[in-house]
């Protein structure tokens, strides 16, 4: 059975820094696409970043570029997204999810909270 | 990157009744890369379509895709009570994701 867990989320300052993580279960994380997605309080889903499962390439929303980073730990079957600079907009339940881009997400974890706030 | 517009949506519908919802995209979108997902308050999205009209895994048959180009339609055929919940659609682009605005079904 396919699980995805996300930890790491809390409250942080504008400015700090915050990494989450997603422990995966069920399916070898390495050989699928991973994407992140966040919700804002009573918003609609937003796409933050993505990782290929073939080559480990990259890519990210316009909204983060340059301040988030997405990875994996193979030897953990872990997903991360380190977040720097962070700003009160980007306060949003964050999800780790399954997308082997081009076939809709498929498997999503319950989200983790991440409040921006002094 | 390609901005995906949903209708409002009716103001409200009775069970048994049929839905239709729009997903207009700002420019052609490849019926491949267009999905479907329904939300449930407090809940993860779950995937109800891809390539504009492929099930996903465990979806029931009233659940139906259609479209190609910049329109795109999901449509219920007989509305059951657990279907009230917030619908998008999404798109892959060459190099990213966007999400419609979503689409709020609600019971009369």
């Known amino acids: 059975e396919v699980r995805l867990s996300e930890s790491g989320g809390g409250l942080v300052q504008p400015g700090g820094s915050l990494r989450l993580s997603c422990a995966a279960s069920?399916?070898?994380?390495?050989?699928?696409?991973m994407s992140w997605v966040r919700q804002a309080p009573g918003k609609g889903l937003e796409w933050v970043s993505h990782?290929?499962?073939?080559?480990?390439?990259?890519h990210y929303a316009e909204s983060v570029k340059g301040r988030f980073t997405i990875s994996r730990d193979n030897s953990k079957n872990t997903l991360y997204l380190q977040m720097s600079s962070l700003r009160a907009d980007d306060t949003a339940v964050y999800y780790c999810?399954?997308?082997?881009w081009g076939y809709g997400i498929d498997y999503w974890g319950q989200g983790t909270l991440v409040t921006v706030s002094s | 990157d390609i901005v995906l517009t949903q209708s409002p949506g009716p103001p409200s519908l009775s069970p048994g009744e049929r839905a239709t919802l729009s997903c207009r995209a700002s420019?052609?979108?490849?019926?491949?890369?267009l999905a479907w997902y329904q939300q449930k308050p407090g809940r993860a999205p779950r995937l109800l379509m891809y390539?504009?009209?492929t099930r996903a895994t465990g979806i029931p048959d009233r659940f139906s895709g259609s479209g190609s180009g910049t329109d795109f339609t999901l449509t219920i055929s007989r509305l059951e009570p657990e279907d009230f919940a917030v619908y998008y659609c999404?798109?892959?682009?060459?190099?990213?994701?966007?999400f419609g605005q979503g689409t709020r079904l609600e019971i009369k």
């Open positions: 999404q798109q892959y682009g060459s190099s990213s994701i966007t």
């Open positions: 420019q052609s979108v490849s019926s491949s890369y």
């Open positions: 390539g504009a009209s």
């Open positions: 069920g399916f070898i994380l390495s050989t699928y696409g």
């Open positions: 990782i290929s499962g073939s080559d480990g390439r990259t």
């Open positions: 999810a399954k997308d082997p």
